[in-house]
């Protein structure tokens, strides 16, 4: 069986970076900085233009915790058929209850409205109170994948866990191991956990074209540099891709 990777990408150069790699999916994210928040439906549609990859879209209406309220849930039920409309692989969602549990009635409408396209449920797993039955929930719902840590702050340090959440699942859903995952760990990742899938955004660091150039005035958190950012790398994900897959 073919080891898989997918790509966390946050501009449509990454996702080009990520085919060009060998990645089989995209999870197209905005804001990483936050984690992750739903991206534009222009992002969407381009996404969808590039050759020989999926493309997942997050469905995530703002950073912070998983705990959503009614609008919230309207908003991410939206997004859902917008990306369904336009032709996208799949959704990953999430959302918790305030004790830490599933929110099972706001996954139960983000499912409906995902009417049958791919569903991942995304690292709001890693803060739930108990995993084990977190897992049969999700199961329960339908979902075709889990991406998580094993609870951990990185899938390397979350392999035990990943090994009893594959052996958990016995084929039910598949684990998607993800945080920290890079060529350095990737392959060790798979054999120790027993998944078939890793997810990454092997990025690295590109610097600005812009010739002038007003320093000292940052857009975002004081201090943030607006002449560099990260991108996705072809080299990187090629580099993942055969170590999985060697």
Partial sequence: MKNILEVCA?????VRAAAQGGASR???CSA???????????????????PGIKVHVLIRPRGGDFLYDNDEVDCMVDDIVAAREAGVHGVVIGALTPDGDIDIAAC???????????????????????????????????????LTSGQAPSAMEGTAALAQLVK??????????????????????????????VHASA?????SNMR???????????????????????DIVRDIVNRINS
């Fill in 10 to 14: 946050g501009d449509i150069e990454s």
């Fill in 26 to 28: 995209v999870e197209l």
């Fill in 32 to 50: 990483l900085g936050e984690g992750g928040v739903t991206p534009s439906i222009g992002f969407i549609r381009r996404a969808l233009t590039v």
């Fill in 108 to 146: 139960r409408r983000m499912m409906d409205a995902a009417a049958g396209i791919n569903v991942t449920f995304h690292r709001a797993f890693d803060l739930c109170r108990d995993k084990e039955k977190a897992l049969e929930q999700i199961i329960a719902l339908g979902c075709n994948r889990v």
């Fill in 168 to 197: 958990q699942a016995a084929g039910r859903i598949t684990i998607l191991a993800g945080a920290g995952v890079g060529p350095q760990n990737a392959a060790e990742i798979i054999a120790a956990s027993a998944t078939n899938e």
């Fill in 203 to 207: 990025r690295h660091s590109v610097d």
């Fill in 212 to 234: 002038y150039r007003h320093e000292g005035v940052a857009m975002g958190a004081p201090g943030s540099d607006e002449y560099s950012r990260k991108v996705t790398s072809a």
